[in-house]
């Protein structure tokens, strides 16, 4: 209820702030038996760890976690797990000549408005290091997912600024292309000129946003999502609305498919070899909020991040004008960190359905 | 769970389908003591009901309401509600032909795989129909918000096809504007371009998309939506993309945004005659997921009606190909008909977080 | 979240009140294809509707349910079920002089302060007519239960006031005997004294409580219930004390299991030709608050009912001493009208575990 | 879902098993600005703690706890708190021989054929140590509720096996009385029967059960609970049976009222100096499920505990018949220890309820 949870039968409640003890995630209703290791985890942490590369922060953060329940002999028991980072690089001073002012675009205002006051130490819950525990609970629902469904989840960069992606047939895109380069993106020409973009933004003290696009594909069943609110496109614009940053999200053709007709937007049904499948898909993969066994994929938008070093003019709490230039480790483009996180939310919406599929069928 | 609730402490459940008995709503979590009327809803849900215009379907329905429990002298007692429209215009006989196939990007196929049969009268529970109950519920919440915040809900009609509104300032949108022509949209001109393509398209048996832009001002306090998955904004989103045909949302500047810079992006806070505002709104009057007090706009993407007269192929369940050219009575554009869903989805979202805040001061 | 539903995956929302239009039930998320006619659900309904005997109240009402949704071609469709019967013998005016006093023991006085005023005609949403909601919804969860795994529900008048039925091995409690006698006793000479005892109060003008025993038996999977917060047996404890004029709740063998040693009381696990079981079944069928296989048995207490016609002081709204001789028609014992109600319950608690349970399977 | 969650608005989630990492609590929903210390949570944990008396289990855990999240400057920030106490003295070599078969009436086969496995070291998740992580959340509830509404929590044994507490009214009932004692019961003669019957039965290698009594008491609001299902007394109901051994609850005078005549239990208002209140308290403080101000008081039954020293005969995996004589170091009786876990049980139902109460007021 108050909003640190997400998903029904496969439930995850985050915790933590960017500069308090630790970050972590509790993970409520995953199946038992599944064999998985901190290590495999790790691995899809360390894809969204600050200072991983030149165009990200360089605060140093190992992310390191534990899982500290719901876990035996290697697997998951089927009660809960916790799982933990404690927060190492949390230079709290940093942040002390903020304590008495609005940050721009930042959640601060709205933060100390709702609760009275406010961690003031980073971002306090508004960091986006409370991401870094929906990867982890990401990390069990993909190895789930594959070894169940043969489901994989991708994510990489289409836009950053201006500077897009050419289209790609989303069964075409590769892991090895998107994780080939530091910004993610599968065309290694537009992968460089995004990097040279960022790394300008960055001299000039700026920051930029863009898109990224999501792929679910494999043998999704036919049947996951609810017909009315918790259609799967609902969920997932909910589960990727809800990651920072994050200003608008598409299916299939989204804004795009507004421009088009009926005639020209409609997947008609075929026989493809005595399975049903769609021509083409325009809707990505979800008719009437429910999969039709087609790649589903989708778009998210993220603004240029907040943090900016160039100066800024705001507010403090005694409503007096001052300027702002901040002295934090920060990325000039969060678009490169998010690919896994959205990789994650995708995989926490599609496992909450599987769940919900598998208590009819 | 199976997804025909909304919301946490204004919870709305709806019911029914298309061509059966009725469509309705319960509503549990009204507060007790709102005064309000059928004919108030009423006219709510004529501005959605079908047949209203020369632009829409001319399928006749009523589409009259009844409150039928949780009501006691004029006023909501604080129990659940109960309103539902019985089913007239219901010509299931138009719907034989379509018992057997599949139509092009409707649900037919994934109700049937979903439950193993379907309620092929209609479009069963994936039919527009199912809309009205939302309106109805929205009434409710509109009226109670209006009175206890001075909040109101604007939508409108800012894309048809490629025919774009020109940008207007959120506080200078008119209702009457709006409401002062049939396809909804506050620019005069816009609107009879809009309508005329509309026309156009409907002669050729074709449908169109396009975008609704929604509107909440008014005194929204700060601190509604909470930080990490139920931001204000994610409940938004969810809301939104669960209306029929909808495939994209954006917050503030949304997709736009991508392209800016942080520095042109931010929005600083100013003192305005003792009031901490922002300079201008290019969060959408959302920071972190919580409400900062501005106007909150968004963006709603709706494709083109699947329903067309024009011939199409496609599967019947023999998984044989067939031609379909359906002879019932669709709208060529759902945009007009979806402004009041628009704004009765967005007065739930509210009207959910404002009780959720309410519990904590 | 205003506590008018219940369950997680078979959900079910009751609305009404006794002498506003209708009382009824929506359940959500119940699996699609169940065959089921209102007549099977009527005749759950005519066990529990006033005027049935002569120990009953003469309220005349014919509880004459329709199903208005989610149900084609006489199978649920696995969308919303909308199940409603209008209220008929409705006379709100026996109720006007109560309009202005709070009766003893009843809800008048809570709901007037919780919601600002309230219906006061009938006990308004505080009725035991809204029980019937539940016997409707139960009618559908036991039909599924028994069908697919082969369980059943009985419950019978164990106590009224002093008398106490013998104690009767669950395996032997046979329906035909409760149904046999208008108290729903399976012991016909008790059955007979209780009846004697009630007729006595009710001519005395006063009221009697008693305790129900209900049992859940047939192949009940080992598994049902979860290990922490919904324990089986927790949920049952609330489903039971949900109902109107329940006071307290036991599993097993409940308070009498305080007394015991833990020597005397644990069941010893067996093999029983080739099958675990447990050598007795103190128990009740649950262990860790999961179904073990063995046969549950629980026993629920009811209070003397709030409405007699003995005359009785209380005070008004202007606070002042009156003077209170109901005119209404009330039953002087609930329990034979609460055993359908008390299997109901069950039942729908049962029916959201397997559905949990089949999510895991 | 998976049940390790209770509470709507104010929401624990707990986890860890007796002998792996940690067990602890996730607390969201808190509301901001609650001044609390580690030493206040700890203290109401020493009541709970093993190795407290000599009739005690004399297992040594300190049961140190650390606040983790959601706390800054000495108050809850209103963000999800995270308390953890990490396990010490865990020999998991005690229960390897216990690995291979299934005590009688403890969890260990119904946890193995739900989830495949489990974890065979103490109880796992099952294990009475998961009521720490309760006990902690309540301490924070208690203080909020002292402080904002007055109310305080109090339990005492009231029966051990055959030995009962002499009534007394509950307004008279003295903390210092209860603590007083190892037993905790507020009668010092009765007290030291209990205290010898327990010393005796420890000695032959059992175990026994009893009844707890809980009050709560302070300026109640009127209007606490919800009309239907969530009643006070029902959700009361469901968080005491969750307590491990528990069988039994009855709110007011429960299975006692079953005997009475209407005119004997029901409670007449009365104007108490200007104020309506009940004459007498049979109902125990709520009607039709709303706290009418009254203070309310329930027995919690406890059956005796599972693990005893004295052999017993059960099977093991292959279905073969064992012998069990436990090593391990268990409670004769769990009720003193019990006391702050109902305490804390209580504490959390009603919290839950007052934010809800808030949310319309």
């Not at 525990?133 to 997912?145: D, N």
């Amino acid at each position: 209820m108050a909003g640190n949870s997400f998903g029904q039968l496969f439930r995850i409640t985050t915790f933590g702030e960017s500069h308090g003890g630790c970050v972590g995630v509790i993970i409520d209703g995953c199946p038992p038996g599944i064999e998985i290791t901190e290590e495999e985890i790790q691995k899809e942490l360390d894809r969204r760890k600050p200072g991983q590369s030149s165009i990200t922060t360089q605060r140093k953060e190992e992310d390191k976690i534990s899982i500290l329940s719901g876990y035996f002999e290697g697997k998951t028991t089927g009660t809960p797990i916790l799982i933990l980072a404690y927060n190492k690089d949390a230079r709290s001073e940093d942040y002390l000549e903020l304590k008495e002012l609005y940050r721009p675009s930042h959640a601060d205002y709205t933060y100390e408005m709702k609760y009275g006051f406010r961690d003031w130490r980073g971002s306090g819950r508004a960091s986006a290091r409370e991401t870094l525990a929906r990867v982890a609970a990401g990390a069990i629902a993909k190895k789930y997912l594959k070894q169940k469904y043969n489901i994989e989840f991708l994510a990489y960069v289409d836009e950053v600024g201006e500077i897009k992606c050419p289209d790609i047939d989303p069964k075409y895109v590769r892991i090895e292309d998107i994780e080939n380069n530091i910004i993610r993106c599968p065309d290694q020409i537009t992968a460089q000129k995004m990097i040279d973009l960022i790394e300008e933004i960055r001299n000039e003290g700026d920051s930029v946003g863009g898109v990224i696009k999501g792929i679910i594909r494999g043998d999704i069943p036919v049947g996951l999502g609810e017909p009315v609110f918790d259609k799967l496109h609902a969920d997932l614009a909910k589960g990727m609305m809800s990651i920072p940053a994050v200003k608008g999200f598409e299916i299939g053709l989204g804004f795009r498919c507004t421009k088009l007709r009926g005639s020209e937007h409609n997947d008609p049904f075929i026989n493809d070899n005595g399975k049903i499948r769609t021509a083409k898909n325009n809707s990505g993969g979800i008719q009437g909020g429910i999969s039709n066994g087609e790649m589903i994929y989708f778009r998210v938008a993220f603004k240029p991040v907040s943090t900016i070093r160039k100066e800024q003019i705001t507010v403090n709490r005694k409503k007096e004008k001052v300027t702002l230039s901040p002295a934090g480790r920060h990325d000039p483009c969060v678009l490169p960190r998010a690919v896994p996180i959205v990789e994650a939310m995708a995989s926490l919406v599609v496992m909450d359905h599987v769940l919900r599929y598998e208590a009819y069928k």
